[in-house]
């Protein structure tokens, strides 16, 4: 059984044995050692990244401080108000 020191990150919710026990590791935990195989297939699953390269990923996709916030601004016009019901029918006058 061939295991390496890579760090890898699960970028999916993973399930992995873990001392006989199956354990599902969520998106974002580092995930135990494993099989050279298993980690290979995950990582061209992309369903795995090495922590180094996940952490720079974080990093280049964090919005520079020196930029505006623009999440906030609406980018399109509101949608209008909708318009007021009719009132409703009257009712009819019982026949005598």
Do not use: C, F, W, Y
Request: proline share 15%; aromatic share 0%.
């Amino acid at each position: 059984m061939s295991t390496t020191k890579r760090n890898l990150i699960a970028l999916v919710a993973t399930a992995v044995i873990v001392n006989g026990e199956r354990t599902v590791i969520n998106a974002g935990e580092p995930l135990p050692e494993l099989k050279r195989e298993d980690e290979d297939a995950l990582m061209a699953a992309k369903a795995a990244r090495e922590a180094e390269q996940a952490h720079a990923a974080d990093a280049a996709a964090a919005p520079a401080t020196d930029q505006p916030d623009t999440a906030d601004v609406p980018t399109a016009d509101p949608a209008p108000e909708p318009a007021a019901s009719p009132p409703p029918a009257p009712k009819p006058k019982p026949k005598r």
